[in-house]
């Protein structure tokens, strides 16, 4: 019994070899075959048939393909052009706000100043790094054909900007109060303090050539003394330039000095106002 069950797996185990042989030689005899197809075909340019019979099969659904791509990247730069207008329109709409409110904002403040102000919006400013240095230029929309003259003031709310430094037709040039250019009588809100206020770049200012006699102190604001003349250049009496940081006062000097800031943000004025006689 032990032998016959010997004898069947060995005939199984022959079996199974025969027919992977038979498995074997029928691949390669399609092979083979194949392989003669393929070159028959070659010879007689019957790939090219092919290829062209496949080409005009396939043609219908290539060119629905196509049709769908072009229509999908047509889709894609109306969707483009849409956001660049909406993106425009939100940007144009902020900066309406911000002029709205600095206008509200210099009627607000200006009631009672004895000069007209023409609004003019900053179009582009000096180089400056943000957080580090500040604009020592910016320029405005408007020019002679506005009525701009070169060396009037410009302001914003009650407190100074600069002067016109040149202009065009209509184009002009601030040059800022705290440009190294800059230099103009002043004197102190509390004690009447008479001195010179002269920029030192980047942001700074010095109140110089102020008697050693006379009072200043911290926090004290200083204002323009008044030097336009009859033609409106220069700035009027009354308009804030900054308030007292520190001071250099020494017994030995004839003058005392102190450093003076701003009380304005120069990096973020969108619009400014021009100085314009009564």
């Given at each position: 019994m032990k032998d016959n069950r010997i004898v069947s797996l060995r005939l199984s185990g022959y079996n199974r070899s025969v027919r992977r042989g038979q498995d074997t030689f029928f691949y390669f005899l399609l092979f083979l075959f194949l392989s003669f197809i393929i070159y028959l075909l070659s010879a007689t340019d019957g790939l090219q048939s092919v290829r062209t019979i496949i080409e005009k099969?396939?043609?219908?659904?290539?060119?629905?393909?196509?049709?769908?791509?072009?229509?999908?990247k047509q889709s894609e730069t109306a969707l483009q052009k849409e956001n660049r207008e909406l993106i425009k329109k939100l940007v144009?709409?902020?900066?309406?706000?911000?002029?709205?409110?600095?206008?509200?904002?210099?009627?607000?403040?200006?009631l009672s100043l004895p000069f007209h102000l023409m609004p003019a919006k900053v179009i582009a400013t000096s180089v400056f790094i943000p957080g580090v240095s500040i604009p020592e230029s910016f320029i405005l929309d408007k020019g002679l054909a506005n009525g701009v003259k070169k060396g009037v003031g410009v302001i914003f709310k009650d407190t100074v900007v600069g002067k016109i430094g040149e202009v065009t037709q209509h184009l002009s040039k601030i040059e800022v109060i705290t440009n190294k250019s800059s230099s103009f009588a002043v004197f102190t809100l509390s004690s009447n303090a008479l001195g010179i206020i002269k920029g030192g770049g980047n942001g700074e200012m010095t109140l110089e050539n102020v008697l050693l006699s006379e009072n200043l102190s911290i926090e004290d604001i200083v204002v323009t003394k008044g030097d336009s003349n009859k033609g409106g250049v220069g700035y009027p009496k009354g308009l804030i330039v900054g308030k007292i940081l520190s001071i250099d006062k020494k017994?030995?000097?004839?003058?005392?000095?102190?450093?003076?800031?701003?009380?304005?943000?120069?990096?973020?004025?969108?619009?400014?106002?021009?100085?314009?006689?009564?």
């Amino acid at each position: 019994m032990k032998d016959n069950r010997i004898v069947s797996l060995r005939l199984s185990g022959y079996n199974r070899s025969v027919r992977r042989g038979q498995d074997t030689f029928f691949y390669f005899l399609l092979f083979l075959f194949l392989s003669f197809i393929i070159y028959l075909l070659s010879a007689t340019d019957g790939l090219q048939s092919v290829r062209t019979i496949i080409e005009k099969s396939f043609a219908p659904l290539y060119g629905l393909y196509s049709v769908l791509n072009f229509s999908s990247k047509q889709s894609e730069t109306a969707l483009q052009k849409e956001n660049r207008e909406l993106i425009k329109k939100l940007v144009d709409q902020t900066e309406l706000r911000k002029e709205n409110q600095a206008l509200k904002d210099q009627f607000e403040s200006s009631l009672s100043l004895p000069f007209h102000l023409m609004p003019a919006k900053v179009i582009a400013t000096s180089v400056f790094i943000p957080g580090v240095s500040i604009p020592e230029s910016f320029i405005l929309d408007k020019g002679l054909a506005n009525g701009v003259k070169k060396g009037v003031g410009v302001i914003f709310k009650d407190t100074v900007v600069g002067k016109i430094g040149e202009v065009t037709q209509h184009l002009s040039k601030i040059e800022v109060i705290t440009n190294k250019s800059s230099s103009f009588a002043v004197f102190t809100l509390s004690s009447n303090a008479l001195g010179i206020i002269k920029g030192g770049g980047n942001g700074e200012m010095t109140l110089e050539n102020v008697l050693l006699s006379e009072n200043l102190s911290i926090e004290d604001i200083v204002v323009t003394k008044g030097d336009s003349n009859k033609g409106g250049v220069g700035y009027p009496k009354g308009l804030i330039v900054g308030k007292i940081l520190s001071i250099d006062k020494k017994p030995s000097s004839l003058f005392q000095s102190a450093k003076v800031k701003s009380l304005l943000d120069f990096s973020r004025l969108s619009t400014v106002f021009i100085i314009i006689n009564k």
